[in-house]
């Protein structure tokens, strides 16, 4: 099977490609020599989809591309730059599937759950429809429509709506870990709003389940059966490294040093993977405090 890959040597992407082998596999990626150092030279390396006419050779395209969320504050200049990388590389990627006289059979784009906008403590599936107009609802919104479009007869499309990624080799995660590990952990404002999390193995192995299991089109939420608000987190993360968490960090204090992106931490949204769980995977790691414990932080 030979598969397309946008977003490669990302957090998601790189941890992929290892269980996607031995298939063929090609990666786009702006910078080459980088790339190959990451993911090593059983893998197609190209830096531009203009080198492509059509995606005929493809059975599965993977878009995964995006510049990251939440690493600068959102000036105007930052935001058109989040929007454009998932914006333009899909449109880029469904011209091609709709030039392709036999075209991939699957088209699996990325999302996040920041479509829903910040909600209060209602449980959400991928039935909900009232999303809060926001700048994250209004940039997936735009992402996803773009996506539907390659859908066809031939071709089945599946959004992946994905949550908090938790794993040791980056991420949010890592990021929360150091204050806790010096005693200085606690919530983030008031600590009631959802943080809606998935394992990075599930990540994988459900994005995998939608490659092999080919009834499933359409919205998956990549979230695990259990989120848990930021107080709740922070304590099975304190509890987890044995330290306190008694220190919360002001709302105020965020906005400071993060702007508007600190909305992605003082609000949440309390999502379950209704679709995915129906559709027949099952997760290994449901529960956080299992999870957190088995990443050994």
């Known amino acids: 099977m030979r598969i397309l890959i946008t977003g490669g040597t990302g957090l998601i992407g790189s941890n992929l490609i290892p269980k996607l082998k031995p298939n063929d596999i090609t990666v786009i ?22 080198d492509f006419d059509n995606l005929d050779d493809f059975h599965v395209v993977i878009n995964l591309a995006g510049e990251p ?4 504050r959102w000036t105007p200049e930052q935001k058109e730059r989040i929007e454009q990388s998932r914006w333009g590389m ?13 075209p991939p059979s699957l088209f699996i784009s990325g999302s996040a759950i920041g479509y ?3 909600q209060d403590d209602q449980i959400i599936d991928e039935e909900f429809d009232s999303p809060y107009d926001e700048f994250s609802h209004r940039l997936c919104e735009r992402w996803e429509s773009l996506a539907k479009e390659a859908e ?14 938790i794993t040791r ?28 999390w998935i394992h990075l193995e599930d990540m994988i192995d459900g994005l995998i389940h939608l490659i092999e299991h080919t009834d499933c089109r359409g919205v998956f939420n990549f979230t695990a059966p259990a989120p848990v608000t930021n107080a709740q987190f922070s304590k099975t ?5 044995h330290r306190p968490c008694f220190l919360p960090m002001p709302a105020f204090a965020l906005r400071l040093i993060m702007g508007d992106a600190a909305d992605l931490l003082l609000y949440g949204q309390r999502v379950v993977p209704k ?10 790691y449901p529960e956080l405090a299992h999870a957190l414990e088995c990443l050994r932080l």
């Open 152 to 165: 066809s007869q031939l071709t089945r499309v599946c959004i992946v709506r994905t949550g908090i990624v």
């Open 90 to 102: 899909t449109e880029k990627l469904v011209s091609l599937i709709k030039a392709s006289s036999r």
């Open 275 to 284: 679709r995915l769980q129906e559709s027949g995977y099952q997760f290994h």
């Open 29 to 50: 990626t702006r910078n080459v020599s980088q790339a190959e150092l990451l993911l090593g030279h059983k893998v197609t390396l190209t830096s531009s989809l203009d």
């Open 116 to 118: 829903y906008g910040r």
């Open 69 to 72: 969320i939440a690493d600068k």
């Open 237 to 241: 993360l304190a509890a987890v490294l």
């Open 169 to 196: 080799r980056g991420g949010a995660l890592m990021k929360m870990v150091p204050p806790f590990k010096f005693g200085l952990g606690g919530p983030m404002g008031t600590g009631h709003q959802y943080m809606s």
